[in-house]
Structure formats: structure tokens, C-alpha cells
């Protein structure tokens, strides 16, 4: 009969410390392992695995004691000197990390772990080129190692080597789809190099396997709008999804309250009744006139920023005697632009640390009569807070193009030209709020570099610009972009790209077009907001692109002196153009077909003495117009909001 082997017990503890740590069970794997190391003090596998535990722990100190005694009792364990590399580097000791990984990795060479360590080692000590080259070799020794495929397409994406790190952050999604960061990554690694259908593919893999990401939902839906194949009624469908899918609404049109189109005067909704805070009477009071109307605005960017432009007219200038401001941020970050809205403001609340329901129910607290979103489906958006019907009336404008999908989403403030009466209101859940001259106000706050003469008269060339991203150069965008530089002779395009590959891939992709690229400048990206702005001076007309039209570049365009040519088209964000141009009342460059889009381009192009009027006259024009009226637009807005809140706001609120 056989006698089974007797295991040792340290043998038998450092299984068990093995199997504890598999699980999750730090605590139980530390206990067993130093139980182990007491019996067997000379085994230099319980020491390195103890010390691999402290390490997950975050002892350092205690892990690199103990892999030192590991390689000291066997000089040739280079998994030891590997754990001794990690220990030293978390310790902030990145040279004798480096010799501990150099060590290991002579002795086992062809290690992946051990080269994609040496990466990160390398990066903390600022050597990204080293580092990339350690990554390099960790993938190709193992193409199924998800982390160094992330750590390598995210060094790329930190360096601005976009095309170059599609494919390691790609392979780190597939592999891990609850890896956020490295979505995110990937995702904006399509928006720089310009390509909307890879950036919605991008979209659609992670919410395979993430259904309940509403923010990558949402981003899905901000870049549709790129995209000149969705239409008003496929976009309006895909928002009506978002909200079924993340809110829990029926994803039918049919199924969605729409408010009454009779009217442009929304006032307590069901919603809010149903939800109401303890203690609020079912419908508001009478008596409007006797105190202010509290307005919030919730935004993750308050601070130098495109959105708050257009918002800090209406914060400077609301009338404090019939309004109470206060404003919501959804970002820790501040510079002096903050600075400057919180000297306006009536109150802030940081609110970027709070979840939905600390957030609303300081929103309630504060008596909030109108909450308004000025972010929408944008990056950092609190849709899901606006859910949970945080104020009487919410609304939404500014920040987004289009509707939210929200049921709880009351109104969207919004005006004729870029919203025409009878054309949008069956494309929104929000009620359609229309504002006189436009829903545009722009701040031009900051220093401006001095206008130049068009470049044309001493280049003896006319230079059309973009300086939008180019994901807004869709295909239609670029032919008819071709169409105007064949009728002016000699003329060319300016772009910018963010780097080199995604200048290479522009070019690529307008070429598969049938752009003439001999006739393309790619510029990279200006280092500063004074070098962004000179380069206005090396253009002579700007090219609003479509469907996606620019909106705080085609105000900088303007007021350095340089016309804007925009077609509108049948999506809201596709009428932006037409409704900045005619606040600043230079309706004769808004046109509404691609036809006269070519005309007024070349038509503009050919008449020189036009171009340098506009280099000295428009600044002071615009000035006078309503897209820089401050004061008049925060009365327009003011005026309307009381409209919409006629019955009254909360009780209770700071008379």
C-alpha cells in the first residue's frame, strides 16, 4: 500500500496564502504567507510573494524588505528582482527600480512583464521614447496583454501620435471592455484625426459591452452630429433611445409627452409635482413681482472655455433685482474666467464631488425656480441629475444643438434662425423657447492681436480657412470646399491637424474625396490662444464647415475682420451659422444652398477691396450688434424665463 507525500507546512501556507490572494483575500494571503515565512525563513518563494502582497497592499517599504531577502537568498529569481523593480518604483525610487528590472530581465529575457515595468519606470522618469520602446516589446512578446497594450496607446495619445495608438488602445478595449480610460483614449484618438465613423464604431463597442454607460451614449450622440447621413428624425430617434435606455422612458416617439405646441410658455410640469420636496405646495404661488426668480446654471465649464462665451454675457448682466443667479459647476478647475463669474454670481456650488442625489437635493434646498443645462449630451454633462427633476423648470441651451431626449427637460432656449417656427418642434421633447436676434452672445473678453490686411494682396493668392477641428470636414463639406477653389484661380485651403499623423490622415482622407490636395495647407496645432488668433491674418475668408458648423471660431473670425461664409441645413447645428451671422447682422453670408454657398465664397473671393473693408470695419461693427450686446441679450433671456415661470417660482426663496 502507498503512502501519500507529506507536503511541508509552509508548503501547505503558501498555497493557501496563493489561493487567498487569487480570490481577492489580501488579508487572509499576508496572514498565511508570513505564517509561512516563520517556518521557512530560507524559502525565497514565500518571501517574494510576501513582499508581492505587502506591495498590493501598499507597503512598500516592508514588500521591498522582504524581495531583498528573496533575490539575497537566491540571486537568480527573476521574478524577485522584478517585484523588487515595482517596490522601488512606487517608493519613488525610479534608478534602483531600473537596476532591479535590468537585472531581471537579464536573467529572464523574454519576460513582457518585466519590459512593460521597465515602461512605466521609464515614463515616471520622463523618458518616453525609452519608455514607448519598452512597451513595444511587451506587446509583441505578449499580443494579450490588455495593460501594456493601454499603457502603450496612452503614451501615443499623450504624445500626439493618434494613428499610432488606435491599435494598442483598441486591442486593450476588446480584451477589457470595462477599461474606461482606455475607451476614453481611443475615442478621442478618432476625434483628432477627424474620423466620425470610427469614433461612432468606438461608441457602439463599448456600449456592447457597457449598455448602461450613458456618457459614452451620449458622446455617441454629440458626434452623430458630425455625421451628415443622420437627419433630424434619426437624430431625434437616437436621443428618444438614450433616454428609454439610461432613464427609463419608452423609446417610442409615440410613447414621449411632447409639451403643447400651442403654447411657448411652460410652467410647473407633472413631473415635478409628482416629485416634489416635502413640504411644497402642488402648484406655485401667485405673486411673481414680489421677489427675484432664482436662476441656476449647471455647467462643467465655467471656467476659459467656448460654452462660457456665450453664457457670461447673460451671468454679467442679469438684472439683480429681478433675478438671483447661482451657478453649479460640474469641474474642480479654475482660472481667472471663473474668477470673474463668481464675482456675478449670486451663489456657486461646486458640485463635481457629489452624486445625483447630494446634488439634487442641494439643488431643492437652494429654491432653484429654472435650472438650466448648459452642457446637454456634451463631455461632462449631469443629464442623469436633470432626471431626477431637480427644479419646477428645467431647460437647456448654449452648450448643445438639439434635444436632450429628457421628458424632464421642460424647454430649450433657442431662436427663429436657427430653429425655424414649424420645422423643429417635432424633433424635441423640450418645448422650443425662441429668443429675439439669436440665442448667441459672445464675450470676446482677453487681449486680440491687431488686424492685418488680407493676405491676399501681398501673397497675390486668395487663402480660404478652416480652423475648426478637422472632424467637422465632413465629405459633402470637402466637395464643395473643392468646387470654390477650382472657380478661384490659385487659391487654396488652410486646415489644422493636432500633429502629424492626423495631418497625414486629413490629407488621406479629403483626397479619397477628390480634393485637390496640392492646393491644402495642414497647419499644426497653435502652441497658444495669441498664436490660434494670428493666424486669422494669414487667411482671407473662413469656410463654416457642415453639418457641424463652428460657432465660437466663426466668432473669432469675425471679429478679426475675416468673412464667414455658412450654408444651413436641416439640422439645428446646422443652422448655428445663420443665426450668429444675422446677431451680427451680416445676414448676406448666411446662404441656403450648396450653390450659393459656392457663389458667395468665390463671389467674396474676387473682390479684394471688399476684404480689406471688412479687415477695418467689422470689429466696430460687431460691437454694435447683438451678438456682443451683452445687456440686451441677458434682458431678452431674463424677459423670457419670467415668461416661462409666470406663475410663480418656488416659496420660500430669498426675497
Known sequence: MSQRAVIPEWAALYRCGLDAFRRGDTHGALESLQRGVALASEEPRLRCDLGGVLG???????????????????????DAWRNLGVAMEKLGRFEEAMDAYRKAEALKPNDPRTAAFMGNALLAMGREDEAETCYEKAVALDPQFADAHARLGKLRHKRGRFLGAIGPLSIATRQRPADERSWRNLADCHVQIGDVEGFLNCCRQRLSGNPSDHAAHSAMLYSMHYAPEFGPAELYSAHLEWA???????DSPTAVELPAASSNEPTWTSAFRASRPAGTPA?????????????GYMSPDFRSHTVTRFISPAIEHHDRERFEVICYSNSSREDETTQRLKQWASGWRDISRLGDEQACKLIREDRIDILIDLRGHGAGNRLMLFAQRCAPVQATMVGYFDTTGLPQMDIRITDPWQDPIGVSEGYHTERLIRLEESCWCYDPYGEWPEISDPPAIKSGHVTFGCLNKVIKV????????????????????????????????????????????????????????????ERFNRIDISLDPFPFNGITTKCESLWMGVPVVSVAGATSVSRAGRSILHAAGLDKWAVSSPQEYVERAVSLAGDLDSLSENRRDLRDRLRCSPLLDGPGFAQRLGGSLLHVCRAGPHPGATP
Do not use: N
Open 56 to 78: 498590493a497592499m501598499g507597503r512598500h517599504e516592508e514588500a521591498a524588505k522582504q524581495l531583498r531577502e528573496a533575490v539575497r537568498l537566491r540571486p537568480d529569481y527573476a
Open 244 to 250: 428609454g435606455r439610461h432613464v427609463g422612458v419608452c
Open 283 to 295: 402648484s406655485p404661488p401667485a405673486g411673481m413681482s414680489r421677489r427675484r426668480l432664482r436662476i
Open 474 to 533: 465632413s465629405q459633402p463639406c470637402a466637395e464643395l470646399w473643392a468646387k470654390i477653389l477650382r472657380q478661384v484661380p490659385g487659391s487654396r485651403l488652410a486646415l489644422v491637424a493636432p500633429s502629424a499623423d492626423c495631418a497625414k490622415f486629413t490629407f488621406e482622407r479629403l483626397k479619397g474625396y477628390g480634393f485637390p490636395v496640392a492646393r491644402l495647407d495642414i497647419w499644426p496645432r497653435a502652441a497658444t490662444r495669441s498664436e490660434y488668433l
